[in-house]
């Protein structure tokens, strides 16, 4: 019986795995790091690189893009989180869908880019749920139906 355990104990200390080698930051020549982020139709591209905070999305300010305080709230969450809002600046380009949806995807490419920048961020980021992209989208529309799911009225006579 006394084998066994010893038997036991020698598997166990095989199958613990060793520590995993450190992520090394994904950088660019210029000192960036570059994400993409996805949500509904929109699709985001997002620089970030070490400046005082400024947001820039498709040549304009954040203030001037999305007007609703939400839509902005949304898109700082990832830097506040972190404790990073004064430390980056960010330059983004997004296509496709609503406003609402490109901030979920900005939100997504920035939350990545901190990752690529500072591996040790994913720790804090993961838990938030920033790092998952959202996969709901619209449903198509299908035939024989008004909208996706709803029927036409129906009358008996």
């Known amino acids: 019986m006394a084998t066994d355990t010893h038997g036991l104990e020698a598997l166990q200390s ?18 960036r790091a570059y994400a993409t982020g996805k949500r509904k139709n929109a699709i985001a591209r997002v620089w970030i690189k070490p400046g005082k905070g400024l947001i820039t ?10 007007a609703r305080p939400v839509l902005r709230m949304m898109i700082a ?32 490419a920035i939350s ?15 838990p938030h749920g920033f790092l998952t992209r959202d996969s709901r989208v619209v449903e198509r529309k299908k035939y024989g139906r008004a909208k996706a799911r709803r029927s ?6």
Do not use: C, W
């Open 57 to 66: 999305i498709n040549g304009r300010d954040q203030q001037v893009y999305f």
């Open 112 to 126: 990545k880019a901190l990752t690529y920048y500072e591996p040790g961020l994913r720790a804090v980021l993961k």
């Open 152 to 157: 036409f009225q129906f009358s008996k006579r």
């Open 77 to 108: 969450q990832p830097m506040q989180v972190t404790d990073r809002a004064t430390q980056f600046d960010v330059v983004a380009t997004v296509e496709g869908s609503g406003l609402s949806g490109q901030a979920g995807a900005i939100r997504h």
């Open 14 to 31: 095989l199958s613990s795995n060793p520590a995993p080698a450190p992520v090394e930051p994904k950088i660019d020549a210029q000192g």
